[in-house]
């Protein structure tokens, strides 16, 4: 099978972006992402957008807006929403749309724009990701459905602790304070972490991402195109699951099983194991979904998590960086966005762009990126 | 001549309510009688909590009703301290999820117990609840 490239990404800055419209934040990231490429507006063939909801945007078709922004009509283009991984789930139908043949050169963007609304209906909107009809009724929120993976996960592994979630804060936040696009420049000490009010016991504030204004967009080529481009990246691997929408069917609360089998997918279809993987992205909304991930993706065994990050495994030097871009944490978690600026964030780690935050000599690297509570999740695997 | 009647019960549920119709729309007509129900397949045996009017193991809609007894375990738990639009004055409270083996129940820990004297693990019942507002409801209570 020929192979998709990825030959130029741009993000917008991420934050609170008052006096910004969707469009508009959207244009910023499209603009870098073109310069990138160097390509003209006109040679792309078709578009995608991942954007999760239409409450936020306030407006239907808020992917429509956008298009006609990007002076992009009358090119094809339609929307992907798939909660907080529309994004990935954009770039997956990307890679699907060059693979049909229909397209050589795709556009891809991810925007959400979130602070339009103030924070309880904001937490409304996010709590209503969950089972509107059977959870939602009895006032969950988006960090109560997290906080539900962690009160069983620090019960279930007695070794781990609120330290641990604490320290997943203290990484993330450090390296936000190296990436100029997060929202967040700001360090955090670990008896901060600790002491920051609780949101959904046990999670305090520090261990819950941001809710944040932003856009990312990427081109995608196929393989016959992408040679008059130098440094194309490669996707070598793709995994989606699915998991139940009500909580109260999942099989565990210490794991999502659409990640495990995501990751299953992309490792198999890379020909890659766990181990060969340089740099990584994961879907840190909550500080105890970052922990989750190191064991769902393989990096570690079950319950030694919290190993990882004591031993600052997952920091630049050590044995599998992760979230050097600051995470959702810190950089921000514009939902819509958040999947295609961490396939923009590895592209650039792969070319060793990254500057204070690059991982020296990577080759291979990984995203996780989870819709909801764990009901879509899409890993996708790059090389150089 | 009448309007014809809709059937919505289901709004009746929860502080805040999305639904208003759903086919297990008699699950609030047995809360209103102070029963928590689920269903069963009655082709295939399958159980569901929350009820489902449709079997998604052997695709029959031959369902009957069964109630929510006896306990369940702890398996997680949260006290929120912010909350969506509409439960402001409900705040703090705290969520959990009981496992009764065959299926879990996902709901509210009642106002008596403290987060701090819940264990993962220990035994709660789940019990039908009128809230403050009138919406019908259902609680985790001790034993």
């Known amino acids: 099978m020929p192979r998709v490239a990825v030959v130029g990404v741009g993000i917008s800055k991420f934050g609170r972006r008052k006096g910004v419209s969707l469009r508009e934040l959207t244009f910023e990231a499209f603009k870098e992402a073109l310069e990138d490429a160097q390509i003209k507006k006109d040679e792309i063939q078709s578009v995608i957008t991942g954007c999760a909801s239409d409450e936020f945007a306030m407006a239907n078709q808020p992917g429509a807006q956008i298009q006609e922004y990007l002076g992009l009509n009358p090119k094809p283009h339609f929307r992907v929403e798939a909660a907080c991984a529309s994004g990935s789930m954009a770039v997956r139908a990307g890679w699907m749309t060059i693979q049909s043949g229909l397209a050589d050169i795709v556009l891809v963007n991810g925007a959400e724009k979130m602070t339009e609304v103030s924070t309880p209906k904001a937490t409304e909107i996010m709590g209503k990701f969950g089972d509107s009809t059977w959870e939602y009724p009895f006032g969950i929120s988006f960090p109560g459905y997290y906080a539900m993976l962690a009160s069983n996960y620090l019960a279930t592994y007695k070794e781990s602790g609120k330290t641990d979630l604490a320290k997943i804060a203290v990484k993330n936040h450090y390296y936000g304070t190296l990436n100029p696009k997060a929202h967040m420049q700001k360090i955090v000490t670990e008896e901060q972490a600790l002491s920051g009010f609780i949101v959904a016991y046990p999670l305090r504030l520090h261990d819950c991402s941001l809710i944040s204004d932003g856009a990312a967009s990427i081109v995608m080529v196929s393989e016959k195109v992408a040679k008059r481009f130098d440094k194309p990246i490669w996707i070598t691997g793709l995994g989606a699951g699915s998991e139940t929408h009500a909580i109260g069917r999942r099989k565990s609360l210490t794991s999502l099983e659409s990640a495990c089998v995501a990751a299953d997918q992309a490792y198999k279809m890379a020909g890659i194991t766990p181990k060969d993987v340089d740099v990584a992205v994961v879907h840190d909304c909550f500080t105890i979904a970052e922990l989750i991930a190191y064991e769902d993706l393989g990096f570690c065994k079950r319950g030694e998590a919290p190993i990882l990050i004591r031993n600052k495994d997952t920091y630049l030097d050590g044995l599998i960086p992760v979230n050097v871009d600051g995470g959702l944490k810190a950089k921000g978690h514009p939902i819509g966005a958040t999947g295609v600026a961490m396939t923009a964030e590895i592209v650039k780690q792969l070319r060793g762009e990254c500057g204070e935050r690059q991982v020296k000599g990577a080759k291979i690297g990984l995203s996780h990126n989870v819709g909801g509570s764990g009901q879509f999740t899409a890993v996708h695997i790059y090389e150089a | ?143």
Do not use: H
Not at chain 2, 25 to 40: A, C, H, P, R, W
Not at chain 2, 79 to 88: A, M, Q, T
């Open chain 2, 1 to 143: 001549m009448a309007k014809k009647e809709v059937d919505d019960r289901f709004k009746k549920f929860g502080t805040v309510s999305f639904t208003a119709i759903t086919k297990t729309n008699d699950f609030i007509s047995y809360l209103e009688k102070g029963k928590v129900m689920g269903t069963k397949c009655k082709e295939c045996g399958a159980i569901y909590f929350p009820p489902r009017s449709d079997c998604s193991k052997c695709f029959n809609s031959n369902m009957e009703w069964f109630e929510v007894t006896g306990t369940g375990r702890l398996l997680s738990f949260s006290e929120l301290k912010y909350g969506p639009v509409g439960f402001e004055d409900d705040l703090p409270y705290t969520i959990a999820l009981l496992d009764y083996d065959d299926y879990k129940v996902f709901g509210r820990i009642s106002k008596d117990i403290s987060y701090e004297d819940l264990d993962v693990g220990m035994e709660l019942k789940t019990e039908f609840n009128t809230l403050p507002n009138g919406q019908l409801s259902y609680v985790f209570k001790s034993p």
